[in-house]
């Protein structure tokens, strides 16, 4: 069993950044981020394989956002930059073993979400 427990959301105006971190109980999982809008589906946001050797961005995002790792501290991040309200959605962490899936339904553990917000 992993725990993840996520942090750093919160509320921004447009054109702003936040840093979400996601801090795993275990090491040498590959790492998801995604986020559901009220009304919408969980959607894939990045993801990131257990060694940091590959990455993987939704169009949405790509040039925006940057996923990264310390596997030293077991813990992932999300820096997001010129943040719109598109962006606003709880946003999850996730794991599964090794490699990364740009599908949710392949992660076996989630955290409880943090929430972004970005007014216009």
């Known amino acids: 069993q992993v725990q993840l427990v996520e942090s750093g959301g919160g509320l921004v105006q447009a054109g702003g950044s936040l840093r979400l971190s996601c801090a795993a109980s275990?090491?040498?999982?590959?790492m998801g981020w995604f986020r559901q809008a009220p009304g919408k589906e969980r959607t894939f946001v990045a993801a990131?394989?257990?060694?940091?050797?590959?990455?993987a961005y939704a169009e949405s995002v790509k040039g925006r956002f940057t996923i990264s790792r310390d596997n030293a501290k077991n813990t992932v991040y999300l820096q997001m930059n010129s943040l719109n309200p598109e962006d606003t959605a709880i946003y999850y962490c996730?794991?599964?073993?090794?490699?990364?899936?740009?599908?949710?339904?392949?992660?076996?553990?989630w955290g409880q979400g943090t929430q972004v917000t970005v007014s216009s």
């Open positions: 996730a794991a599964r073993d090794a490699y990364y899936s740009l599908n949710s339904y392949q992660y076996n553990y």
């Open positions: 990131i394989n257990w060694n940091g050797d590959s990455t």
């Open positions: 275990q090491r040498n999982y590959a």
